[in-house]
């Protein structure tokens, strides 16, 4: 097989393209007008349905000796994280795209590579009219970072393919053929409430600093998670002095490793200077942890003008410390090459008048561990009266031998030169949902690398999508 290089100049378009339009879960009507007019100029048939997936089908090129369809895939949305000092309105605002070295960024936000980039990618194939293909049916899910609504509800019965290319990965080494699936928990603890005297001041803990990440594909690198790290410190407090819990919170969604976490408590004012150096003490703590990037990681703690003298009382305080150190974090089960197969992110918490809410997620590749993990949250909750409310995502198990996916990985091995890692990834995918939708449906998951998703840091290698670009363009002209 012969290399080339290819113009990736329509890929780049279409990203900064779509990079200018808002595109949150739940929020994608603009993008879909954009994908749909797309398809229009192009005199492309599509469909588009009431919850904004689109569908774009294009014939094969003339001369295309394969007699089957091929079904391209990726979602339309991201996840919108920011540093805490941006003003950035995601609902109103397109990201500041720009290009360091060999990677695309965006200044202060998350770039959407995940998912903007295979959107891009299918965009350009769609507009070639040098790409020799197959008959391609081009799918554009929504609310893939948040519910997976879009796949669940979908209608894939004018699809005629059985083999799909989700366009959903972060590593050009890897070929994902499975993936995990998850659940989505929230939590609510309703608390009693105490009126403090004058001896006690409120004070604000900060935890920040962490690095966070992708809750599936970013877990197991051991970067820690504030929320935990604040139970932790309130414990440590708790257990020392008189305190009380009047507010947390901290992180933003549940697939989203944290970055930081807040809380405010009422202190007795002569047990404000040991708590100070008790805080000190407990940022060194932090840091001598194997956590990534620990050097970064700031704990402090500051008096605060006094509102109201209301917080949560000594029991409740207690109970959502407790919650807080006995929910696991991290990776639960992992398999003998230390990939995860079971974990849990706390992603989410925030108290609002007597209530706290803690929102997490749960990612499986192996169903009965999940079970065991489950049974540990069961006594959680029946501990402490715990209102709990779940959703579910559902994975998808490869088959034990597949044509297709031996064909891209002999494509793979002979364009690249070495062996893909063929797994089944601790990521949620679509696929699981077109799996179960589609009998016999045959997947792989493809992308170029991608660093750091679901964070500000997030950046996406121009090389890397030359390489997979090329790639996709060969199994298409070969499949």
Not at 40 to 49: A, P, Q, V, W
Not at 63 to 73: D, F, V
Not at 128 to 150: C, D, L, R, W, Y
Not at 422 to 433: K, R, T, Y
Request: hydrophobic share 35%; with cysteine; proline share 2%.
């Amino acid at each position: 097989m012969k290399k080339k290089e290819v113009d990736i100049n329509e890929v780049l378009k279409y990203f900064y393209e779509i990079s200018k339009i808002p595109r949150m879960s739940g929020k994608e009507e603009k993008i879909a007008d954009y994908i749909e007019n797309f398809a229009k100029e192009r005199n492309l048939k599509y469909t588009r349905d009431e919850y904004n997936n689109i569908i774009i089908f294009k014939e094969a090129t003339k001369g295309n000796k394969s007699t089957e369809s091929i079904m391209l895939q990726c979602h339309l949305d991201m996840v919108c994280e920011k540093e805490e000092n941006s003003n950035h309105d995601f609902q109103k605002e397109g990201l500041d795209v720009y290009i360091e070295g060999d990677y695309i960024k965006a200044k202060g936000t998350t770039l959407g590579a995940d998912n903007g980039i295979g959107v891009a990618i299918i965009l350009a194939i769609l507009n070639s009219n040098e790409i020799n293909h197959p008959k391609i049916e081009a799918i554009f899910t929504v609310q893939e970072e948040t519910t997976m609504e879009g796949a669940k509800k979908i209608d894939v019965s004018m699809l005629e393919s059985k083999k799909m290319i989700c366009l959903d990965n972060m590593n050009e080494k890897e070929l994902w053929i499975g993936c995990a699936g998850a659940k989505i928990f929230e939590y609510e603890m309703e608390g009693s409430m105490h009126k403090n005297d004058k001896d006690y001041i409120s004070a604000r803990i900060g935890i920040n600093g962490f690095r966070g990440g992708h809750s599936g594909k970013d877990i197991a690198k051991k970067r820690g998670n504030p929320i935990k790290e604040m139970g932790n410190l309130l414990n440590k407090l708790y257990n020392k002095y008189n305190i009380y819990l009047k507010s947390i919170y901290g992180g933003r969604k549940v697939n989203v490793i944290p970055r930081e976490c807040y809380s405010e408590i009422f202190v007795k004012q002569d047990d404000f200077e040991n708590i100070s150096k008790d805080i000190v003490e407990y940022n060194e703590v932090l840091k001598k942890k194997n956590i990534n990037d620990s050097e970064n990681i700031k704990v402090s703690i500051e008096q605060i003008k006094q509102g109201d003298d209301n917080s949560f009382n000594s029991d409740t305080t207690k109970e959502v410390i407790n919650v807080l150190k006995e929910i696991k974090n991290g990776v639960y089960y992992e398999d003998k090459y230390s990939n995860p197969l079971v974990s849990l992110n706390i992603g989410e918490i925030e108290s609002t008048e007597n209530k706290v809410k803690i929102s997490f997620s749960i990612r499986t590749n192996r169903s009965e561990i999940e079970e065991k993990l489950e049974n540990e949250l069961n006594n959680i909750v029946n501990k402490y009266n715990i209102q709990v409310k779940k959703s579910e995502l559902s994975g998808y198990e490869h088959k034990e031998r597949s044509m297709f996916v031996d064909k891209c990985k002999a494509i793979y091995e002979e364009y690249f030169g070495i062996n893909p890692k063929v797994i089944d990834m601790h990521i949620c995918l679509e696929a699981g949902f077109f799996g179960e939708k589609i009998p016999g449906l045959d997947f792989i998951a493809i992308a170029p690398n991608i660093y750091d998703a679901h964070s500000p840091q997030e950046r996406c290698s121009i090389s890397s999508l030359k390489k997979i670009y090329n790639y996709i363009i060969i199994i298409l002209n070969d499949i």
